[in-house]
């Protein structure tokens, strides 16, 4: 089994920066690939960043492009999520999530079911 915990979010103004963080522990040499996602209230959880295993390949929402960025040293290290010009569309519930299963439905990276394990949350506010 996998845990995942979240922290680093918080409230910030337009323009400001966040740098959120993912600890994974448990059996961490299951973890294929890991990704952010976000949920605003009445809106689905949506995917935002992704990163495989040691931060060899990255993937970005159109959302989160040029704006975000992911980020893994190696398998034994956090998943960093760097957001800077946040915008007040960003606020929500960000998520992390990690893909520890030997097979994959073969969707996009950015599908809930492509994830089994998942943190708590972090919540992140951005004010105008």
């Known amino acids: 089994q996998v845990q995942l915990v979240e922290s680093g979010g918080g409230s910030v103004q337009a323009g400001g920066s966040l740098r959120l963080s993912c600890v994974a522990s448990g059996d961490t040499d299951s973890v294929k690939r890991m990704g952010w996602f976000r949920q605003a209230p009445g809106k689905e959880r949506e995917g935002v960043a992704a990163?495989?295993?040691?931060?060899?390949?990255?993937y970005y929402a159109d959302s989160a492009k040029g704006r975000f960025t992911i980020s893994q040293d190696n398998a034994k290290t956090p998943v960093y999520l760097q957001m800077n010009s946040l915008k007040p569309e960003d606020t929500a519930m960000y998520y992390c999530a990690a893909d520890t299963r030997s097979w994959s439905y073969g969707g996009s990276w950015f599908e809930r079911r492509e994830y089994n394990r998942w943190g708590q949350g972090t919540q992140v506010t951005v004010s105008s």
């Open positions: 990163i495989t295993t040691g931060g060899s390949s990255t």
